[in-house]
C-alpha cells in the first residue's frame, strides 16, 4: 500500500496493508476517530483502491480510474451529499443508493458510496433501511461510512462492517511537552522551588504559549481521570494530579493557565506572567 499522506497511525496501516495483500478489503467500512480530514484521506484511499485498475499494488495512482478519483469525478464513486443545510441523509437518498448499487459499475469494476460524516448526518431511520443492504452484500460494491465515532452507528450496522479507527491527531513538541510536565507536578508539588524552576522555562513568547497549551491539556486529562474517563495525552502525569487535586482545583487551574495565555499575547512581561503564574498557582492549591 502506498500511502504517504496518512503520517502515523502505523497498526492501521500494517492492518490495511494484511488485508489487502490477501484481497480482504470488506464490503463496509467504518472509519473513526482522527480528524475530519483524516478520516476524508482514508476513504478516498479506500475508494481510489476499490477502482484503480493498475496492476500491481493499488492504488497504483496513475491509471485513469486513479486520476478520476484523485480529482473526484469519477463516476462509479459516489458522495453523498444529503438533504438541504443540516445534509441529512434521508430516507430517499439511501433508497436511491440501495437502486443505483445494483447496476453494475460505468467504467472500473466496483461502485464506491461514501456517507460522510454519519455522527450527525445518518438518522437512525435512514440506518434501519441501510442496513438491508449490508445483510445481503452485493459484489462489487463497498460502502464507507465515516464519523467520530463509531458508536454514533447502530450495533446492528457495527457489526456488519468492519471499523478502521485513526489515531487522534495531536502533534506535540517534546521539549513544551517536557516543561509542561515539570510545571504540572511542580503544581501538586509541596516545594515552591519546583514550581518557579519550572516556570522560569517560560522564557520565549512562542514556547510558552504551546507549553501553556499542552499545561492545559494535562489539567484536562486530570480531570478527565478524576472523572473516570480516560486522559489523551499523558495518563501517568494524570493519575499523579489526582492523588492531589479535586473537580474545583483543577477548573481553577486550568483558569488561571489560559488568563496567563491571555497575557502573554497582551504582551505582558514573560518574567511577570511567570512568577505571577506561579503565585496564583500557590494559592490555588495551598492557601485556604
Ligand atoms: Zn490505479
Known amino acids: 500500500m502506498i500511502f504517504p499522506e496518512l503520517k502515523g497511525n502505523e497498526n492501521l496501516k500494517k492492518s490495511l496493508n494484511e488485508l489487502e495483500a490477501h484481497n480482504r478489503i470488506p464490503h463496509a467500512v467504518i472509519i473513526d476517530g482522527g480528524n475530519e480530514d483524516t478520516r476524508n484521506l482514508l476513504a478516498n484511499h479506500l475508494a481510489m483502491r476499490a477502482v484503480c485498475s493498475g496492476d500491481g499494488e493499488k492504488p497504483c495512482g496513475v491509471c485513469r480510474n486513479c486520476v478520476l478519483a484523485k480529482a473526484r469525478s ?87 462492517a468492519v471499523t478502521f479507527t485513526l489515531e487522534s491527531e495531536l502533534s506535540v513538541n517534546g521539549e513544551y511537552l517536557e516543561i509542561a510536565r515539570e510545571i504540572a507536578l511542580g503544581i501538586v508539588s509541596r516545594s515552591e522551588m519546583d514550581l518557579l524552576k519550572a516556570t522560569y522555562k517560560l522564557d520565549e513568547r512562542t514556547k510558552a504559549l504551546g507549553v501553556l497549551d499542552l499545561l492545559v491539556l494535562l489539567l484536562r486529562d486530570g480531570l478527565a481521570v478524576y472523572l473516570n474517563s480516560k486522559a489523551e495525552l499523558d495518563s501517568e ?29 497582551q504582551n505582558v512581561g514573560l518574567k511577570l506572567v511567570a512568577t505571577k503564574l506561579c503565585a496564583e498557582y500557590r494559592r490555588a492549591l495551598w492557601q485556604r
Open 237 to 265: 502525569i494524570a493519575e499523579q494530579l489526582c492523588k492531589k487535586l479535586t473537580k474545583k482545583n483543577y477548573i481553577e487551574l486550568i483558569e488561571i493557565t489560559e488568563c496567563a495565555q491571555l497575557e502573554i499575547t
Open 74 to 160: 469519477h463516476s462509479d464513486i459516489h458522495f453523498s451529499k444529503g438533504e438541504g443545510k443540516t445534509e441529512i441523509y434521508k430516507k430517499n437518498e439511501i433508497q436511491w443508493i440501495i437502486r443505483d448499487a445494483s447496476i453494475k459499475p460505468n467504467i472500473s469494476k466496483c461502485k464506491v458510496y461514501i456517507l460522510s460524516e454519519c455522527d450527525r448526518r445518518f438518522p437512525v431511520i435512514s440506518q434501519n433501511v441501510f442496513l438491508k443492504t449490508l445483510e445481503e452484500p452485493m459484489q462489487d460494491v463497498l460502502f464507507i461510512m465515516t464519523c467520530k465515532t463509531s458508536k454514533s452507528l447502530l450495533e446492528t450496522i457495527r457489526s456488519r
